[in-house]
């Protein structure tokens, strides 16, 4: 009677089966591992976020704060202050000859540069420095050493090497309606901010110099 016999690959199924054991081991511990990955990756993302939204917060803020400062009375004559005496010294400096011209209709300013013989035309191009003025800082008149006063349309400072051609007072109002003076003295070339509406320095005719 004929014999059939089947090898057995006992080892071979035994491995099989440690290898499919082994590998579902590894795919849940791969599984494991990519969730905790997704997961520190997306804490990483909300930092970045929050990282970002604060800076554009701050940034806001100071610029809200800067816009807030500039329309402030004390920000706005100093930089009239500022810009008169730069144009002083960059005259003072130099050959240069600079022009400030003040509009109190229109509540605003313009430092230029003179570079055309015809003093009456304000080129683009000599525009320095152009500000506007708001209900903060008004200017109210001013006033020249030679005496002329100015409320109504445009006053002008000019200054070249030798100083300023004329000295005078431009009188401002704050909030308050409390008056100040931005006093310009062509003896010594200064440009200085005083309270209330000062008296300014005039020139002595030549019969009331003793020498």
């Given at each position: ?109 313009i430092l230029r540069e003179i570079t055309s ?17 708001s209900d903060n800082c008004r200017v109210v ?71």
């Amino acid at each position: 009677m004929p014999t059939c016999t089947v090898p057995m690959h006992t080892d071979c199924v035994v491995c099989d089966a440690s290898c499919v054991m082994r590998t579902k081991s590894d795919m849940r511990n791969s599984q494991y591992a990519i969730r905790n990955t997704r997961h520190g990756f997306t804490m990483t993302e909300m930092v970045v976020v929050i990282i970002v939204v604060s800076l554009f917060v701050l940034l806001v803020q100071a610029n809200l704060f800067g816009l807030l400062r500039k329309n402030t009375f004390r920000a706005q004559v100093q930089d009239l202050v500022c810009t008169m005496q730069m144009a002083a010294s960059a005259a003072a400096e130099s050959n240069r000859r600079y022009e400030l011209i003040i509009d109190p209709t229109e509540q605003n300013y313009i430092l230029r540069e003179i570079t055309s013989p015809d003093l009456s035309q304000v080129l683009q191009e000599e525009i320095i420095v152009e500000n506007d003025l708001s209900d903060n800082c008004r200017v109210v008149y001013i006033e020249f050493d030679d005496g002329e006063s100015i409320n109504d349309g445009w006053a002008k400072f000019r200054v070249g090497h030798s100083g300023w051609q004329y000295g005078g007072k431009i009188v401002l109002l704050d909030k308050k309606e409390r008056p100040y003076s931005v006093v310009v003295n062509r003896l010594n070339r200064t440009v200085s901010l005083k309270e209330g509406d000062v008296e300014i320095l005039k020139p002595k005719a030549k019969e009331e110099v003793p020498f």
